[in-house]
């Protein structure tokens, strides 16, 4: 079996993860495709940082909650002790905090205080949470919890290139760039015939924007928000963004807001320390979403469809510089040094998609991340491919299983429990205006 060719759909965090893994269990015919270079200049994990929480895995059978604690400690693992992935972990403490009522509901039920978790009630507790002179903003109405221990950041970046440089030492092959590493479709069996009446339907491989054939024992497609332009999903996956911001520090002011806690508002926003090799503070705000709505020619239905772009709209900058207002009025108007829209695919329940697809026997799917994918490339790949082979624990299985009958007449506005922004998913038809960085 460690002979059987494999392609992969995605160089990006689900896919880099995946072929490790797979190289890791001595596969040795594995070939990963991309329409970027390495690392994607599109993919959400090629970033400078993001957020990472460890979690210790369920000893209750009934616990609810089962299948995300055990991805969690999975991750939790990875980071502390798998040597690609452990160097990028900072352990720096992360605070989690709220202004609204309903967002203040949601983290008390995550993050209650106890071991090396601190209530913080007021802005002065915030601002001893900080070295001197960094959280300098009023922080109204702001209550939350910190973390002390077991957790931080992830240079993105960096992990997202150690999981491809060790892929590639062990074997597996990255194809990059457009045309011939953009996979264009999937590849089907001929339909059954006088000599194969039988014959179920099955992926046997891609064709790329070259035109070339790439054929396989399996594929797994782990294409991102992407996912749904090679299959029908029957709504399960809602391609959704978000947006970010950097601006520019001094190297002394770098220096001093080196090793600070993450610090994430659920109505407002988050960021941690500034990127050590360009000195720049990366800033997202926090909101359900943005969705960009087309109708299908066929069906007439709506959907979301992902497009790539290194701005941000000016009601997310001033979201942004709300959100520095509020903790550092110090750096509130500095000029954006970058910024871009990122996109995951949220599912109906935001629990991942991984399965063998029911009608294609080879094909597998690791898609679904919404918009937590990140913080599991060290373990997430091990799941896809446990799926592959046919032994991923039956509670994961269950969850993470292909499930189109949750998706029947899907509510395309839920927030999925996110808050901030204008509290609702927005439309980029919307938008009334875009940044213009580095654009005359």
Known sequence: ????????????????????????????????????????????????????SFSESSCLHDDPDYANRTFFA??????????????????????????????????????????????LNTPDDFRQAFPSGVLTGPLQGWKGYWKQRGAGWVHARHALLAAITEAQRLGVRFIGGDPEGKV???????????????????????????????????????????????????????????????????????????????????????FMEPDADRHELKICDEHPGYCNWVRDPVSGERRSVPFAR????????????????ATMPQLAERPLAFARICWCADTVDRNFLIDVHPEYKSLVLAVGASGRGFAHIPSIGGF?????????????????????????????????????????????????????????
């Open 310 to 325: 290194h701005q941000i709209p000016v009601e997310a900058e001033e979201r942004i510089r709300g959100l520095l207002r």
């Open 74 to 119: 999975a991750l939790s693992h990875g980071f502390r002790h798998d040597p690609v992935f452990q160097p990028h972990f900072h352990e720096t403490g992360a605070i989690t905090s709220a202004v609204s009522p309903e967002a203040l509901k949601h983290i008390h039920r995550r993050d209650r205080p106890g071991d090396a978790v601190i209530e």
């Open 184 to 270: 264009v479709r999937l590849l089907f069996s001929p339909p059954s015939s006088a000599t194969t009446p039988s014959a179920p339907p099955d992926v046997i491989g891609v064709e790329t924007a070259d035109g070339t054939h790439h054929h396989a024992d399996r594929v797994i497609l782990a294409a991102g928000a992407n996912a749904d332009h090679f299959l029908d999903f029957k709504n399960q996956l809602r391609p959704t963004a978000w947006t970010l911001a950097h601006i520019r520090l001094t190297a002394a002011e770098a220096a001093q807001y080196r090793n600070l806690p993450v610090l994430f508002n659920a109505d407002q926003g988050f």
């Open 1 to 52: 079996m460690q002979d059987a060719s494999i392609l992969i759909v995605g160089a990006g965090t689900w896919g880099a993860s995946t072929a490790l893994h797979l190289a890791r269990r001595g596969y040795t015919n594995v070939t990963v495709l991309d329409a970027y270079p390495q690392p994607s200049a599109i993919s959400a994990g090629n970033d400078v940082n993001k957020i990472v």
């Open 384 to 440: 896809v491919v446990d799926r592959m082979e046919g032994r991923l624990e039956g509670r994961l299985a269950e969850v993470v299983r292909w499930r189109a009958e949750a998706a029947v007449g899907r509510d395309w506005e839920d927030t999925l429990g996110r808050f901030g922004g204008e509290y609702r998913v927005m439309d980029f038809g919307e938008v009334q205006g875009w940044t213009n960085i580095g654009e005359i």
